[in-house]
Structure formats: structure tokens, C-alpha cells
């Protein structure tokens, strides 16, 4: 590929970091780590049976960041490790099933829409982020009320009064901090025009 053929193909951060084999494992390595270390940072209440973590804004990050695919990959070495017995759900958890593994689930696909919408270049302004943002967690709360809703036996109101009115608030803080890390990293990459 010469240079003018990538410059002229759409971009996520991790594009501009050279060396393309193992700048893919660190960085699918380095999300992992990075929403395993952000479980820990964790809070149950009597809200939920899911805790309040810092995980999404980590996954969406990773995805925006990574891109489509690797931040898929990030997101599924998350999960399958996390299966298999590495504790780094939160609270140091680890398996699968419980009620909050659907959330686990979602983090893949949401990574992966986040990284799509970023390759599009949604992750370049305050209001295109908010937007990737807002629909990663859509994609969350799909997979993790759906999943609640059967691990628990509730019914459809209920593993959404449950498994996402307690999130919003604290999304919504994580939306905003995204808003504006992802359009800054651009500024500095890019640098002064």
C-alpha cells in the first residue's frame, strides 16, 4: 500500500502507531487490560444486581480507538479470558453467567460499532462522539437487560428498571469525558492547522 493510498483510507487513532502485526496485539492485548483494569474500579448498590463500573467507557474508548476489528478482538479477548477463568470482570470476577455476563457479551459488538463509527470519522467532533457513544451503550443495554432479564426470570420492564435507568446518569458522565478526550486526541495528532 503506498503512502497516498493510506493516507486516503479512513482512520482510527491506533492507525497512526507503525509497526502493523504487533501493533495489533499489543493494542487488542491493551484494551483487554484496560477494561479488565477499569472493572475493578467498581460499586454495587441495591439498585441493581449489576455493578457500577467504569468498563463501558473503556470498551467504547478501546473501540472508537482500535477500530472495528480490533476492537472487536479486544473486547472478545476480554470475554473469553474472562471465561475461562482470568478475574477480571468486577470485582475480580470470572466465568460465565451471572446476571451482568450479558453486558460481557455486548462489549463485543459495541467495541465493534464504536470502532465502525469511528472509521467514519464520528469520533473526530464533541457531537459525533456523544452520538458513538450514546449508541455503544444502547448496544450494552440490549445484551445485558436482555441477558438479566432471563438469568433473573424478570420480566421486560423490569430488567430495564434493573439493568439500565440506574447506568444512565453515570453513562451520560462517561459520555461527556469520551466528548472530550476523543476529539483532543485528534486535535494533537493532527496537530495545529
Avoid at 466528548?179 to 492547522?193: D, F, N
Wanted: proline share 5%.
Amino acid at each position: 500500500m503506498t503512502a497516498t493510498t493510506q493516507s486516503m483510507r479512513p482512520m482510527v487513532l491506533a492507525d497512526l502507531i507503525p509497526g502493523a502485526v504487533v501493533r495489533d496485539v499489543l493494542l487488542v492485548a491493551g484494551g483487554a487490560g484496560l477494561t479488565g483494569l477499569t472493572a475493578q474500579i467498581s460499586m454495587h448498590t441495591p439498585f441493581s444486581p449489576v455493578p457500577f463500573t467504569l468498563q463501558t467507557l473503556a470498551v467504547l474508548l478501546v473501540g472508537a480507538t482500535l477500530g472495528t476489528v480490533r476492537g472487536a478482538l479486544s473486547m472478545l479477548l476480554y470475554l473469553v479470558a474472562g471465561a475461562a477463568g482470568v478475574p477480571w470482570y468486577a470485582g475480580h470476577g470470572h466465568g460465565v453467567g451471572g446476571p451482568a455476563f450479558g453486558y460481557v457479551v455486548g462489549f463485543v459488538f459495541a467495541a465493534a460499532l464504536a470502532g465502525e463509527l469511528a472509521r467514519r470519522g464520528h469520533d473526530r467532533g464533541v457531537a459525533g462522539t456523544i452520538g458513538l457513544m450514546a449508541v455503544g451503550n444502547v448496544v450494552i443495554y440490549l445484551f445485558g437487560a436482555s441477558w438479566l432479564a432471563v438469568d433473573l426470570q424478570l420480566g421486560a420492564g423490569q430488567a430495564v428498571v434493573a439493568g439500565v435507568t440506574p447506568f444512565l446518569v453515570g453513562d451520560a458522565f462517561k459520555i461527556a469525558i469520551a466528548a472530550g478526550l476523543l476529539p483532543v486526541a485528534w486535535r494533537c495528532v493532527r496537530g495545529p492547522r
